[in-house]
T-cell receptor, first 113, second 115 residues
Framework: GNSVTQMEGPVTLSEEAFLTINCTYT??????LFWYVQYPGEGLQLLLK?????DKGSNKGFEATYRKETTSFHLEKGSVQVSDSAVYFC????????????FGKGTKLSVIP | ETGVTQTPRHLVMGMTNKKSLKCEQH?????MYWYKQSAKKPLELMFV???????ENNSVPSRFSPECPNSSHLFLHLHTLQPEDSALYLC??????????????FGSGTRLTVV
């Protein structure tokens, strides 16, 4: 079956530090990959996505590259801010004919001034 | 109004009460979902509706009863809940039938407390 594995949190960083949150997946075929973000007290928001190998998704300074050879979709940001404190979820959609997302367990990020 | 709207945002109910959660989407999507998010646990998919038909029910207790009267509205009817049902309940919508690369749009959730 399909699965998503994220690095265990919580992750605590100082402001302006470099962020990496690892995500690897197991799926057949050609899945689409997503990162969602959940700010305190809110629902999940789509942060970025990539639909095929070697695609790079980017938004708000965050980036992730779809690596089929390593089945990975790691989230990176060069300089985090306090406002980036949230829970980040990696997810995959299996591909044509199946529309249901499989989510990772989430990684909580805390950025301190 | 656009996006996915959930009401109420907060709900406190006794174990003998009956209440309903409402979700509404104005995105033209044809699939809708209920998720449960408890502290320190992964997201739990509860129900999936596609084209107003229930296509998945992940072993959810019968005290949770979903209803999807049309493609824009989704309800979760609650009765005789337990304290362990206290959680954030999230609604989401998406396009179905192969257009899987668009992902989901989530509502802000209903924070439910059972006392």
């Amino acid at each position: 079956g399909n699965s998503v594995t994220q690095m265990e949190g919580p992750v605590t960083l100082s402001e302006e530090a470099f962020l990496t949150i690892n995500c690897t997946y197991t799926a057949t075929g050609y899945p689409s990959l997503f990162w969602y973000v959940q700010y305190p007290g809110e629902g999940l928001q789509l942060l970025l996505k990539a639909t095929k190998a070697d695609d790079k998704g980017s938004n708000k300074g965050f980036e992730a590259t779809y690596r089929k050879e390593t089945t990975s979709f790691h989230l990176e940001k060069g300089s985090v801010q306090v406002s980036d404190s949230a829970v980040y979820f990696c997810a995959l959609a299996p591909g044509a004919g199946s529309y249901q997302l499989t989510f990772g367990k989430g990684t909580k990020l805390s950025v301190i001034p | 109004e656009t996006g996915v709207t959930q009401t109420p945002r907060h709900l406190v109910m006794g174990m003998t009460n009956k209440k309903s959660l409402k979700c509404e989407q104005h995105l033209g999507h044809n699939a809708m979902y209920w998720y449960k998010q408890s502290a320190k646990k992964p997201l739990e998919l509860m129900f999936v509706y596609s084209l107003e038909e229930r296509v998945e029910n992940n072993s959810v207790p019968s005290r949770f009863s979903p209803e999807c009267p049309n493609s824009s509205h989704l309800f979760l009817h609650l009765h005789t809940l337990q304290p362990e049902d206290s959680a954030l309940y999230l609604c989401a919508s998406s396009q179905s039938q192969g257009r899987s690369n668009y992902g989901y749009t989530f509502g802000s959730g209903t924070r439910l407390t059972v006392v």
